[in-house]
């Protein structure tokens, strides 16, 4: 999601210093908050970056109906949910996951919604525990979950089974779920969830506000949406019925997409208003099904446009994803979306991460919100289709961070927001050339955070939960700041071991829950380095990035360049020299030369030429003071 303020603004920056870097130490030379050393001691993970033997995680089996009659603004809504205890621990409670109940009065909300969005959230009818009846008590400040006592503890490696039944108000405020237009709904966050219980947090209580994302633990889903005849209904998995829904040609033509390269136009505006797409039943069901993954989201209509189109996302096994859009007829960037999907899976599968798109398909609706859902993005539509391709990948790189690394978005959001704008950085030099991708990023990711006028005195190091890290700074750490860390991190190792390296993590944690200490005892072991003071000075510390020239002095065969670092993070820059005869030359430096000296960098620069005047530049990597970046030899 490109990054819209957060909620939780904390006075105390020095606290949080406290709190991440004051820790005792445990197994390797990073420091280490109690929970996550409790998590080490356990062997649930391990300090060479694996899960460890005692490693386990809780998972549910959804069996959700949802019914929406638009204009209609009631959904209401049926589950039964299947909940595995896979931990040691005994539970005496379960906490329910109530995101709608952010539209609840009441509710602690940021940013705040407006009044005439309010409702009474979702309103849960019924609720049993293995068949009991049981009261969903209403937690009052923290709406959006709720602790249920079980009358029966939960045992290791025992199940409980949820059926509840409950309805909402859609709400008319347009963003990431919502009312999109009067016959247009995109439901997300719609249905109530077992929190996660995980191996170093326990409960996840974490009040959601609106503004930091989420934290889900990888289901299985049957999903079955029941709407009036002529609306179309697109959601995350895989459709189940499309001959019953879809009137034959429909269905013939979506089927043929799924191994199409060109763009099929499953269904236009027309075609719908004319009533010749859905089966003229008064209503239809929609079946999905999606298994081991993090969550369910749809959107429905009686007017998009449905594009439809596949591209190979291994060519090991030639395995194709569909790619779908979903749009109003006048938005004219979505009439090139499905194509812009296509590009967008294709090169994330061969290129960077290289990790072949792991889900069927993905659906790109015409929305509000720039965000991403398993399989599902919601954007908004521009006039610059340049900038529309730009955010569809943004929200698509998400598949691999954070829902094929089951990633806790809302305490560690530099784990999937900084991939997704590292892998957009990466994909956008392919589409728009090195320079214009060079210059995007730095105005939408570095500009505003090196620019601060308090640069020095705001910062907080990236690792910091994100419930304790600032609004005003989350941004920056989350996005700009991680990604530059990712890419310095690459160019310090070169192409092939950082891939490498990457993939021994994502094959290790995919489909569980990573922590940023796991990511960087992997990258070390697989990489055979010792990373320890690259994450230290990146990812725990209150470093930003300023370089200095101080002197330059002739040597035996060349000259030898001095560099602070004033600003202390270990960045690439580039030593642009131009010789006395009028000659250039450019000597790149890695951030392998900081690990020495983090403060000072010694430069030999090999050439016989006088030379006549030095520059330093980072590109990407932008100098908060570049009046000492040049030197003139007089």
Known sequence: MKFNGQSKIISSVSLLLIFVCCTKSFGQNLPMPPDIQKAFQKGTHLTNGKPGKNYWQNHGNYN??????????????????????????????????????????????????????????????????????????????????????????????????????????????????????????????????????????????????????????????????????????????????????????????????????????????????????????????????????????????????????????????????????????????????VRYGQHALNWFSKNWPGVPYPFPKTTIVQGFADMEYPMMVNDDTNRDTTFSRFVAEHEIAHTWFPFYMGINESSYGFMDEGWATTLEYLIGIEDLGKE??????????????????????????????????????????????????????????????FKKSLHEFMGRWHGKHPIPWDFFYSMSNASGKNLDWFWNNWFFSSNYIDLSIQTLNPAKKGDTLTVDNVGGFAVPFDVNVTYADGSTHTFHQTPTVWEKNQKQATILLLSPKKISSVNIDGGIFMDADTSNNTLTVK
């Open 64 to 337: 959700i109906s949802i019914t929406a009659n638009p204009p209609g603004r009631n959904i209401s809504g049926t589950e039964d949910i299947t909940y595995f205890n896979n931990s040691p621990d005994t539970l005496m409670t379960l906490v329910m996951r109530l995101v709608q109940n952010i539209h609840k009065r009441g509710t602690r909300r940021n940013p705040n919604s407006q009044a005439d969005t309010l409702s009474n959230g979702i309103v849960i009818d019924q609720f049993k525990i293995n068949g009991k009846t049981k009261p969903l008590p209403d937690n009052e400040g923290h709406y959006t979950w709720q602790n249920v006592d079980l009358d029966k503890p939960l045992l290791p490696h025992d199940s409980i089974k949820l059926n509840v039944d409950w309805h909402f108000y859609i709400s008319p405020q347009k963003g990431r779920e919502g009312i999109l237009d009067e016959t247009t709904y995109f439901l997300a966050y719609y249905y109530p969830r077992v929190s996660v219980y995980d191996d170093y947090n326990g409960w996840d209580r974490l009040d959601f506000t609106g503004g930091r994302e989420f934290y889900n633990d990888f289901n299985n889903y049957n999903l079955q949406v029941t709407v009036p005849k002529n609306f179309v209904v697109w959601a995350t998995g895989t459709l189940q019925n499309p001959n019953e829904v879809l009137n034959p040609a429909y269905a013939q033509r979506l089927n043929q997409s799924m191994t199409a390269d060109s763009v099929i136009h499953i269904a236009t505006k027309n075609e719908l208003l004319n009533h010749q797409v859905t089966a003229q039943n008064a209503t239809n069901t929609w079946k999905w099904k999606a298994n081991d993954i993090t969550d369910v989201a749809l959107a429905l209509s009686d007017h998009y446009d449905w594009d439809a189109s596949s591209t190979i996302v291994d060519e090991k096994t030639n395995r194709r994803a569909s790619v779908q859009a979903a749009y109003n007829d006048d938005a004219a960037d979505f009439h090139q979306m």
């Open 436 to 497: 214009k991708a060079s210059e995007n990023f730095k105005q939408f990711r570095v500009n505003r955070w090196i620019k601060n006028r308090n640069l020095k005195t705001i910062q907080v190091p990236i690792v910091t939960r994100g419930e304790l890290t600032p609004g005003n700074i989350l941004g920056d750490n989350e996005y700009g700041k991680a990604a530059l860390a990712y890419l310095a991190l690459k160019d310090m190792l070169g192409d092939a071991l």
